[in-house]
Every structure is written in C-alpha cells, then in structure tokens.
C-alpha cells in the first residue's frame, strides 16, 4: 500500500475546510477544533460507565460475515458498567459501533455541540464506538458514502483511508461494503494479496480530542491503539454520483445480498469472497 500521512492542522475555518478539504475531498485531522466542549475534559472511559453504567450494550467483534447472520447483528452483551471494565483490564475484540447517543443517554448531548462546518450536519444522528487495544473495523465504507466528522476520545486510534478510485486494488466483495476480511491492513501480506501494492491512500492516528474528516465515500479501516471511543457527525453526500450510489445501496443493493444469503446460504458468501478475488486479479492482469 502507498500511504501518506493524513493533513493535520491545529484549527480550521469553515472557510479553509471547503476550500481545502471538503471541494477536493481531501481527509484532515484537526488537532484543537472542540476544545471548549466539556467533553474534552469530562469523555473518557470511567465517565461514561458512570452515565450509563447500567445500559446493556451490543458488542460486536472481527469474524466474518455469515448468511445466517443478520445485518448488523450483535456477537454478545453486556453492562456499559462490565465492557469497560472488561476494556480497562485486558485487550478485546469486542467493539460497540453506531451507538446512537441521542437514543440511548440523551444527556450526553449537554458535552458538545454541533460545529459549523459549512455542510448541514444529520443531528438526529450521533454516534459513539468503542473498542479494546488492538481491535478493529474490517475496510469498509458507509452505505450512504456521507461526509463524514469523527471526534476520538481517550486512548489512541490508527486509521486507514482510501477513496472510491482505489476500488481494483482492494478486493472489495460484490454486492456489499467490505473488502476481504482475511486481509491484515496492519500488516498486509503482499504475497497474498498483490494488488494492495498499488493502492494509494491514507494514515493518521488520532488522540483525545483530535477530528478526522472523512470525505464521501471513504473506506475507512480503524484499529484501536489504546482502549478508546469516538463519536461521529454526518452529512449528506453532495455528489450526485455518490448520493445516487447511497440510494441504489439503502434501497437495492443491502436487500438484494440479504435475498440471496436466504436463497443460497452460506455458498454465497463464500462465492462473493471469491469473486473478489478473481475479479481484482483479472483486472489487473495478475
């Protein structure tokens, strides 16, 4: 992989964000942008046991992807109280992802507000996601490639980006969001998976208060240096291209994969995770 370091500034208007980032769809790391929220001083793990220790909490960790699992279905359970023990006391797979704030601690929302950023930010969705030392996220890129705002709290976090372009080079699975989940993008084994060479992108690691902007569409791949969690903003997709992509995905695609994991079972699975391969491979002649 050819990676380059992500863009970090130390603060931004919104001004330099479109100029600079958001019209070139360019990811930054902005180091001091919230640091009057009184999340900055009051985020971190023991906090949020405190406010919602007693909350039962889905976690969900790396195995792959089964037919006979549903989309986004939870691995195990547990007290908010208990997984951050559990995150304070040893490394684990588990991860919490698109815990939605507004639902589930409303008080949450008195710690931040919502920056001005020049793009109409989705309030009624923000979203917290945890993980233990060493977990991670499989490449993937959201179903509705938004703009993306995600604001690290406690501990570190690596991330891995690239955009739409790098589509050949990735053996993304058909009909779906991910890439091959037996790919290591910590340590990826060229071998292996040959075409990752030529795939150019982007690494940034992010501490307690940093924020990435993530630009439509991304794959993100994210590992958790550190016990940590992150809270994300988004918004809509202003490309056309790329919002009439989220559509076909929200409204076709996601219900035509759950179709055919009924249909097929496991079989389809297996036959998408070979596809891409071959498929990667044909195109670049390798």
């Given at each position: 992989?050819?990676?380059r370091?992500?863009?970090?500034?130390s603060?931004?208007?919104?001004?330099?964000?479109?100029?600079n980032?958001?019209?070139?769809?360019?990811?930054?790391i902005?180091e001091?942008?919230?640091?009057?929220?009184?999340?900055?001083?009051k985020w971190?793990?023991d906090?949020?046991?405190?406010i919602?220790g007693d909350k039962v909490?889905p976690?969900?960790?790396?195995?792959?992807v089964?037919?006979?699992?549903?989309f986004?279905?939870?691995?195990?359970?547990?007290k908010?109280s208990q997984y951050?023990?559990?995150l304070?006391?040893?490394?684990?797979?588990?991860?919490?992802?698109?815990?939605?704030?507004?639902?589930?601690i409303?008080?949450?929302?008195?710690?931040f507000s919502?920056?001005?950023f020049?793009l109409k930010?989705?309030?009624?969705l923000?979203?917290?996601f945890?993980?233990?030392?060493?977990?991670?996220?499989?490449?993937?890129?959201?179903i509705?490639?938004?703009n993306i705002?995600?604001f690290?709290f406690h501990?570190?976090k690596q991330?891995?980006?690239?955009?739409q372009?790098q589509n050949?080079?990735l053996?993304k699975?058909?009909?779906?969001?991910?890439v091959?989940?037996d790919?290591?993008?910590?340590n990826?084994?060229?071998?292996?998976?040959p075409a990752?060479?030529?795939?150019?992108?982007?690494?940034?690691?992010?501490e307690?208060?940093?924020?990435?902007?993530?630009?439509e569409?991304?794959?993100?791949y994210?590992?958790?240096?550190?016990?940590?969690?992150?809270?994300?903003?988004?918004?809509i997709?202003?490309?056309?291209?790329?919002?009439?992509?989220?559509i076909?995905?929200?409204?076709?695609?996601?219900h035509?994969?759950n179709?055919?994991?009924?249909w097929?079972?496991q079989?389809?699975?297996?036959a998408?995770?070979?596809?891409a391969?071959t498929?990667?491979?044909?195109?670049?002649?390798l």
């Amino acid at each position: 992989m050819q990676l380059r370091e992500i863009d970090r500034v130390s603060s931004i208007t919104k001004e330099e964000f479109i100029k600079n980032y958001f019209r070139p769809q360019k990811p930054v790391i902005i180091e001091n942008y919230v640091n009057d929220w009184p999340a900055i001083q009051k985020w971190n793990l023991d906090y949020m046991a405190e406010i919602g220790g007693d909350k039962v909490v889905p976690l969900y960790d790396d195995r792959p992807v089964r037919h006979d699992e549903g989309f986004n279905q939870a691995h195990a359970e547990m007290k908010m109280s208990q997984y951050v023990e559990l995150l304070k006391k040893e490394p684990t797979r588990y991860r919490i992802f698109l815990w939605n704030i507004l639902k589930e601690i409303p008080e949450l929302q008195n710690d931040f507000s919502y920056p001005d950023f020049g793009l109409k930010l989705m309030k009624g969705l923000p979203m917290l996601f945890f993980g233990g030392e060493d977990s991670y996220t499989f490449m993937h890129y959201d179903i509705d490639l938004a703009n993306i705002f995600h604001f690290h709290f406690h501990g570190k976090k690596q991330v891995i980006l690239f955009d739409q372009k790098q589509n050949n080079y990735l053996y993304k699975i058909p009909h779906s969001l991910i890439v091959r989940e037996d790919i290591d993008f910590k340590n990826p084994d060229y071998n292996k998976w040959p075409a990752l060479k030529k795939a150019k992108g982007f690494v940034g690691n992010l501490e307690h208060g940093h924020v990435l902007y993530m630009p439509e569409g991304y794959w993100h791949y994210m590992r958790y240096v550190t016990p940590g969690f992150s809270m994300s903003l988004r918004a809509i997709a202003r490309n056309p291209k790329n919002l009439g992509k989220a559509i076909y995905n929200i409204f076709w695609m996601r219900h035509f994969d759950n179709m055919m994991r009924r249909w097929k079972g496991q079989a389809w699975i297996d036959a998408k995770n070979e596809k891409a391969v071959t498929r990667t491979h044909a195109k670049l002649g390798l």
